[in-house]
């Protein structure tokens, strides 16, 4: 093929001679130039669209991450909420189940309620149980797990920390909720018509204090041998008020050299307790009082080492731990 460039001003024209093969050669190296620079400006696009859409997956990952953190947070006081709902369910069964003969061994080694053990609370009767169709179609989208694409910025949540650790939390937090939901409302209605029974049932902390030594075993401060600790201590200045924990009648009010100023407090159903070291006492034998009426105040009296309260609960005049007794809302 002959190609002639021919200018409209004077001149040479000039004449150029290809051939076919090189013609042909020609147009199909610019075809493919022209396929490559359409692919590039085709992916240029793509991976900008691609970068907006990583931002934006990167800013809902975050958003997710502090809902998720928010959520587990809630979760946990749920779970906190829970077991001491179940330990406080369980002294209110203890103290105030007199038919158990086991009772007064039971209330000196406490309620043996131990966190996330008791394996009772997973007993569901089979009538009251979630149909496993339902329960499977509700876990379905943890057991499948897609690949994460971590190049877009895909949520994942490392370790045990996931969601489906976090469904399956829920779930035994909502079970746990209605387990002790309906061991509250029998207890309740089993003690609703025991009124007197409950006034007479030591349920607070006498001081308002910090506990110093613990029922049971410890070194003495006085032989620096273990020697039985009947009580519980609790310090606070001088002077506090210290409150009766449950209606009852004074049985003592005086001086003890070991106690120093002592007063006991008898409530009926076999149950008294003694409250040792005041500085002074504000009732007599034979004085009936309510729970929360202030009774003496905390002071260094007798064998003690400073200023504290020694309280002590006895069911049938044997030493108990009052830590059974306390029960905190």
């Known amino acids: 093929m002959t190609i002639l460039l021919v200018s409209n001003r004077k001149g040479a024209t000039r004449k150029f001679v290809v051939s076919t ?3 042909r050669a020609f147009s199909f190296l610019g075809a493919v130039a022209l396929l490559v620079l359409s692919a590039m400006v085709v992916d240029y696009f793509g991976l900008l669209a691609q970068s907006i859409e990583n931002k934006q997956l990167r800013a809902e ?6 809902q998720f953190r928010v959520v587990e947070g809630k979760l946990n006081a749920l779970e906190k909420a829970l077991e001491r709902t179940k ?3 369980t002294k209110l069964k203890l103290i105030t189940k007199s038919a158990d ?11 043996g309620v131990k966190t996330k053990e008791d394996l009772n609370s997973l007993n569901v009767d089979v009538d009251e149980r979630a149909p496993a169709a339902a329960l499977q179609q509700q876990d379905s989208i943890f057991i499948e797990k897609p690949p994460v694409n971590a190049t877009k910025g895909e949520l994942s949540v490392s370790g045990q920390r996931d969601y489906a650790s976090l469904a399956i939390r829920i779930d035994q937090a909502v079970r746990d909720t209605q ?20 006034n007479a049932t030591p349920n607070i902390k006498p001081v308002r204090g910090w506990i110093t030594s613990k029922f049971g ?6 032989s620096n041998r273990p020697v039985m600790h009947n009580g519980l201590d609790m310090a606070a200045a001088p002077g ?27 409530h009926g159903f076999g149950v008294v307790t003694r409250y040792g070291h005041n500085s002074q006492l504000f009732v007599k034998v034979g004085q009936k009082v309510k729970r929360w009426d202030i009774i003496s105040a905390v002071g260094n009296t007798g064998r003690s080492t400073g200023p504290h309260l020694h309280y002590e609960v006895r069911v049938e005049n044997v030493p108990v731990d009052p830590d059974n007794y306390i029960i905190e809302f």
């Open 21 to 23: 093969t090189w013609l």
């Open 61 to 66: 990952n975050k958003l997710l991450h502090q």
């Open 240 to 266: 506090t008020p210290v409150y009766a924990p449950a209606d009852g009648v004074v049985s003592f009010a005086g001086y003890d050299p070991g106690y120093g100023r002592l007063v006991s407090i008898d």
């Open 179 to 198: 387990l002790r939901e309906r061991d509250v409302l029998r207890l309740w209605q089993r003690l609703e018509q025991k009124e007197s029974r409950i």
């Open 101 to 111: 003969p086991n009772r007064t061994l039971k209330l000196a080694m406490g309620p």
């Open 87 to 89: 330990v406080n369910t």
């Open 217 to 222: 075993y410890r070194i003495s401060p006085f």
